[in-house]
């Protein structure tokens, strides 16, 4: 199914500008199509009070506006991320702002946080045929606006996912830093409902890694439930308007799974742990979620290997359990730090 998609629609979209195929497909999605692609309740993931039907996500950034709610709702993912919204409307760096590596099956991007402004997301997530639990994905340039989203958005979903971590605009990764951290985290963990997960950047030096060690510390203390590793990697590249932006898919890959695995020895499992970042197929989802991950997020690979990605994971997540002995999902998640501490 994969290698008709390439050859037909994917062909067809990359001749256009990355940012116009996107364009495309967002005018037809907003109307849900009939769902082929069924869960098996071995898949099924607890997250706290809450059941996802399956572990993979669609992750932030696909729809950032709420618009595309019906149609991805379809595609058999057990979330999907929206947003990443903004209080105000916004429009982003100029473009161009998406450059793809083919080869690599990698791509950056420096959208630079376009945004319709929580009033319209809003009003397009209600609009909405909703299908499968949706995670929204929040971001602000001060505490304030961070503080207002969240106020707003609790109320459409027990999940949230406050994103630290955009590498593309001079304040996105303002709170991951751990002072601004620290103080965001105070004031989210005293208004919470439900939960709260914070997206990350790629752990690349030693000073990323103590960073996010604190950060891991302050999750705990302020009772944030989990952690997205990772965003997109903070690259230069001189085809695009702004002149950097950050790296997605297969190239982030080992990236990610490092992250998630500094995450998980910090944790002391009381993290919930959702691994994002060049996950293609489902090998590279089980190793995310041995090493610790409850779910796994895609974007990249939607991208290069079209909407049957979520099904296929699936089925193979499901042949793999059978073939290494698990029950099911949960067996699996963690085993890496189980064997280890046996
Ligand atoms: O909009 C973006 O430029 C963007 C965001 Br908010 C993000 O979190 N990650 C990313 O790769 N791009």
Same mark, same amino acid.
């Given at each position: ?9 994917? %062909? ?16 037809? &999605? ?29 992750? &932030? ?7 595309? $709610? ?27 702002? =998406? ?30 045929? $909703? ?7 929040? &971001?602000?340039?001060?505490? #304030? ?9 609790? #109320? ?42 914070? #997206? ?6 030693? @000073? ?23 965003? &997109? ?11 950097? !932006? ?23 499992? #009381? ?18 979620? $041995?090493?610790? %991950? ?8 939607? =991208? ?18 059978? @073939?290494? !002995? ?7 998640? !963690? ?8």
């Amino acid at each position: 199914m994969n290698k008709i998609y390439e050859k037909t629609i994917r %062909a067809l979209f990359f001749k256009f500008d990355p940012e116009k195929g996107h364009e495309i497909v967002k005018k037809f &999605a907003r109307f849900p199509i009939p769902t082929f692609c069924r869960d098996t309740t071995e898949l099924n993931v607890r997250i706290k009070n809450y059941k996802l039907r399956n572990p993979v996500g669609l992750a &932030a950034g696909f729809d950032k506006d709420a618009k595309m $709610i019906s149609l991805l709702s379809s595609l058999g993912f057990g979330y999907l991320v929206i947003g990443s919204v903004l209080k105000q409307e916004s429009m982003g760096n100029p473009k161009p702002r =998406i450059v793809r590596y083919e080869n690599e099956q990698s791509m950056v991007n420096s959208m630079g946080l376009p945004s319709v402004g929580i009033d319209k997301f809003v009003k397009n997530y209600l609009d909405s045929i $909703i299908r499968t639990d949706i995670f929204i994905s929040i &971001a602000g340039n001060t505490l #304030k606006e961070f503080i207002d989203v969240y106020k707003i958005v609790k #109320k459409l979903t027990p999940f949230i996912e406050l994103n630290l971590s955009c590498p593309n605009t001079e304040n996105g990764r303002l709170f991951q830093d751990a002072d601004n951290f620290e103080t965001l985290a105070e004031y989210v963990s005293k208004l919470k409902d439900g939960i709260i997960f914070v #997206k990350v950047s790629p752990v690349i030096n030693r @000073k990323d890694a103590e960073n996010l060690i604190t950060i891991v510390e302050l999750c705990k203390k302020f009772n944030i439930d989990g952690i997205t590793a990772v965003n &997109a990697l903070p690259v230069k590249e001189k085809s695009i308007s702004v002149g950097y !932006g950050g790296l997605s898919g297969k190239k982030i890959f080992n990236f990610m799974l490092n992250t998630i695995s500094l995450i998980k020895e910090y944790s002391n499992d #009381k993290l919930i742990l959702n691994a994002c970042g060049g996950i293609f197929n489902s090998e590279d989802a089980f190793k995310a979620l $041995i090493l610790g %991950a409850s779910t796994v997020q895609v974007y990249t690979s939607l =991208i290069y290997k079209g909407p049957c990605i979520t099904c296929e994971i699936k089925k193979g997540i499901n042949v793999l359990l059978k @073939k290494n !002995g698990f029950k099911n999902l949960e067996e699996v998640i !963690g085993y890496k730090s189980k064997l280890s501490n046996k």
